[in-house]
């Protein structure tokens, strides 16, 4: 069975710094793109930032320079550093794995079940 757990999420001062982490299990992780998203009560849910399996970024454009996407294939864990957080960051963040377009496109395969992230201005 394959599950995907996010961790790190919190409350944290507009400014501040968090780490996200997505550890994986019951997957090949090492052969999956992993992608982070994020989603407000009643709003579309949107990616933030991906990373495929050979280490190839991409973030979306509200966070790029602020947010860091990276992989530990030994670990099985996906991490999201997020630097310089704004008060607009406040989401639900959620981790999934997928192919190298899907994660783009949102059509994952796993998803995680989310972490909360509250920036408070």
């Known amino acids: 069975q394959v599950q995907l757990a996010e961790s790190g999420g919190g409350l944290v001062q507009a400014g501040g710094s968090l780490r996200l982490s997505c550890a994986a299990s019951?997957?090949?992780?090492?052969?999956?793109?992993m992608g982070w998203y994020r989603q407000a009560p009643g709003k579309e849910r949107e990616l933030v930032a991906t990373?495929?399996?050979?280490?190839?970024?991409y973030y979306a454009r509200s966070v790029k320079g602020r947010f860091t996407i990276s992989r530990d294939n030994a670990k099985n864990t996906v991490y999201l550093q997020m630097n310089s957080l704004k008060f607009e960051d406040t989401f639900v963040y959620y981790c999934?794995?997928?192919?190298?377009?899907?994660?783009?496109?949102?059509?994952?395969?796993?998803w995680g079940q989310g972490t909360q992230v509250t920036v408070s201005s």
């Open positions: 999934a794995a997928g192919t190298a377009g899907g994660v783009l496109t949102g059509t994952n395969d796993y």
């Open positions: 019951g997957l090949t992780f090492g052969s999956y793109a």
């Open positions: 990373i495929s399996s050979g280490g190839s970024t």
